[in-house]
């Protein structure tokens, strides 16, 4: 006898799914879309992909009017599942058509960790930075109350750690100090002591610092912090890596076209959202260890079919390392002597700098040609934006 155990599957989906098993056919014009989701869920993790791409296009082609009204459900349910960026989008598409009612509602509250991220994440994503971190503050405390934890001044480690991850999104400077002294320093114990302590100095004497928008990039990235973002910035400059910035610099805007928890990790994945010749950065955190490599592009070389091995003459690229993402002390970076071959793009390799010293072979990372046993844990590509104070908008 064969026992199928889901828990988590219910009667009537398991139908479904037994229905489709045996007659290849399914109606779902009479099915509710409650069950047409977790339907969509359960296809996925059976691997019916078939099945899983016809709910999808179903749900977004039929069931339009349900997903505008319950697109937090629909988020919470699929936010684990990389097959479902399309309804993803659909849902997310919702919510910054009309951000100022969806940020003070329950149903922000409802959004689970990793779908908010996400949402934070989107360039059109736009809100008030105090709008933002008053919700933001709302959020946690519930999702706190959620884990039968309460929020006092005695208790701000759990309310900390379930923010760490967002307080890079805020640009506290662009927060009136009014509405700093009162809504944000209640819990400054959540916010980091380096970045709370360089915003008061913002304020008390209206110079930012490391952490300002003025002169920090922004990056929104799950490898490194803005610190090491700093650092990479004045490499790009050929400056010293601890080089503090002014409103003389050229300012930076990193946007992410790639993730590899997000889009997959492999060549084809990586080769089809690195296709712009733009300036740009790679950034690679392996598996079993804190170190963090990376490369700088000035330009994109691409490989064709009449010839699939290319090398790029492109000056000012490099390579680097750092143990950590708190680290300045052992961080490394290789400039390319051959200018000749900076960036090289061929058909086995995902991304591959400065002749072999760093690149990309499906999950495996290798360097100076070598494999060392670095399976790729995370890879972000971001392209890169310069311009003068004056002329560069966030």
Not at 15 to 25: F, H, P, Q, V
Not at 50 to 73: S, T
Not at 93 to 120: E, H, M, P, T, W
């Amino acid at each position: 006898m064969i026992i199928f155990n889901k828990p988590n599957i219910t009667p009537t989906v398991l139908e479904m799914i037994l229905k489709y098993i045996y007659t290849g056919e399914l109606d779902l014009t009479e099915q509710k879309s409650e069950d047409i989701l977790e339907l969509l869920v359960a296809s996925d993790e059976m691997l019916f992909e078939e099945l899983f791409e016809h709910l999808q296009d179903y749900l977004i082609n039929k069931r339009e009017a349900w997903i505008k009204n319950n697109y937090v459900l629909v988020l919470n349910s699929i936010y684990n599942l990389v097959s479902c960026k399309e309804l993803q989008w659909v849902c997310f598409d919702i919510i910054c058509a009309n951000v100022g009612n969806f940020i003070i509602s329950k149903n922000f509250l409802s959004l689970n960790k990793d779908s908010l991220y996400r949402l934070f994440e989107l360039e059109n994503f736009h809100i008030q930075e105090i709008v933002a971190w008053d919700s933001l503050i709302e959020w946690g405390i519930k999702q706190m109350s959620k884990n039968n934890h309460e929020y006092n001044n005695k208790n701000y480690e759990s309310l900390k750690n379930m923010l760490e991850d967002f307080i890079p999104f805020i640009k506290f400077t662009k927060i009136t100090s009014e509405d700093f002294y009162h809504k944000v320093r209640p819990y400054k114990y959540v916010i980091p002591n380096d970045i709370y302590e360089e915003v008061i100095a913002y304020y008390f004497i209206e110079q930012p610092k490391l952490y300002s928008n003025i002169t920090v990039p922004r990056i929104k990235s799950k490898i490194i912090k803005p610190k090491l973002a700093n650092i990479i910035v004045n490499w790009i400059d050929e400056k010293d890596a601890e080089t503090l910035r002014t409103k003389k610099d050229l300012l930076y805007k990193f946007n992410l076209i790639y993730r590899g928890s997000r889009d997959g990790i492999d060549n084809e994945s990586f080769k089809n959202e690195w296709n712009d010749n733009k300036k740009t950065l790679v950034l690679i955190k392996v598996k079993q260890s804190k170190k963090i490599f990376g490369g700088y592009s000035s330009n994109r070389c691409t490989s064709t079919e009449n010839s699939p091995m290319f090398y790029g003459n492109y000056y000012g690229n490099f390579i680097f390392s750092f143990e950590n993402n708190e680290d300045t002390r052992y961080m490394k970076i290789s400039r390319n002597l051959n200018s000749s071959k900076t960036i090289y793009d061929g058909d086995i390799t995902g991304f591959n700098f400065c002749w072999d010293a760093l690149f990309g072979q499906e999950q495996d990372l290798c360097t100076n040609n070598f494999y060392l046993g670095n399976v790729i844990e995370e890879i972000e590509i971001f392209t890169i934006i310069s311009a003068s104070l004056e002329r560069l908008i966030f």
